[in-house]
């Protein structure tokens, strides 16, 4: 057996996780009319096939019809998304992974004019820079809504065969309730760090109540708003506590900064230029003083940095998205002592970018990645050699010499 840091298996709760590496939640918006299609199912199956551990599927997949997508989200308040989700599921457990699934309600991170054009629900009034609808602050009948809205998606999942589930409380609606920079509402849902938990904690125990416990369920949360008046690092490890307190969370999934406007999504994920790993140690300080499991992810590019965050008992797994996104087979070059074959990620978030103008996510390194269906990651050899003269060496030139070599 390998004594390689990031080829241990994990155990989470019920699950025993091959190795150490995950693909955490993303939107590739790959979904079609917000199902997760073939070339959803595929672009995740072939980092299933590579041998990460567990892909985390959504980023995030939309609870409530007044959820409406921005960046092509899976929609998973529809019941005819559940045979999409366990075609995936039944195909990434063949291949050796959990599979999970993020929740959410986006809460004012959205547009009026999008899906049924309802009312755009918050615990504020005010607008987010990025998405400029302007939300009503949530009413009572509203917040049970939208918990039993978030148990009937969980049911749905678990009929899909789904390991586990995962809760966004970063920049969305839950987190929106737990900022004090966005919750001007009274009790028993505003004022107190309790207060502003409590929609998180009774959606959860929500959750928990309808699947049962064999399911795995997770937070991914904002420690550390990084701005003045916002939730600060001991309110941060307070909020884990409570998660933790409750009984009801398996794991922690460290976010740091904001994501209401492209400087703070910078901090979370940081691009090209800008140093690996930035809330590392910090990840490890909120695992060593809450004491759950806890995954973590924010530009961990290489295999280096991602073996030096498990070696050092940082983090439980880490996420590798964008690098697997450059290159799907990470893993199985590990196993196989190709490290030096691995195709970096250079930040260039070319993949993020093409979302936010509308597109699917695509990689300025893989142009295979997205197109796994058309495009295959490994090239088979021609039957018939021939001479091939490529004019031009920037990446398409240097890409099609390498195809052809």
Known sequence: MSNDPLLQPFRLKHLTLRN??????HEPAYGDDGMPKDRYRLYHLERARAGVAMVMTAGSASVSRDSPPVFSNLLVWKDEIVPWMKRL????????????????HLGRRTRWDKGDWL??????????????????????????????DYADAAERMQAAGVDGIEFLCHGHLLDQFMSPLTNILDAPYGGSLENRARLALDMVAAVRKRVGNHVVLGMRYGVDEME????????GIAIGKLFRDSGLVDYLNINRSRIHTDPAMTDLIPVQGM????HL????????????????????????TARHAVATGQVDMVGMTRAHIADPHIVRKI??????????????????DRIYQGGMALCIHNPSTGREAEQPHEIERAAVKKKVVVVGAGPAGLEAARVAA
């Open 228 to 235: 003045p008046g916002g939730i600060d690092i001991e309110e």
């Open 20 to 25: 150490r590496i995950m693909t955490t939640s």
């Open 281 to 304: 140690d910090f990840a490890g300080r909120i695992k060593a003083e809450v004491g759950m499991p806890t995954l973590h992810a924010s530009r961990i590019p290489d295999v280096a």
């Open 335 to 352: 196993i196989e002592g190709r490290e030096n074959d691995i195709r970096p990620c250079v930040g260039a978030t070319y993949c993020l």
């Open 119 to 148: 009312p755009v629900v918050s615990s504020t009034h005010e607008r987010e820079p990025a998405h400029r609808a302007t939300p009503k602050p949530a009413e009572d009948w509203d917040i049970a809504r939208i918990i039993r």
């Open 275 to 278: 140093r690996s790993a930035p």
């Open 89 to 104: 599921v039944d195909d990434c457990h063949a291949a050796g992974a959990a599979v999970m699934i993020q929740l959410s």
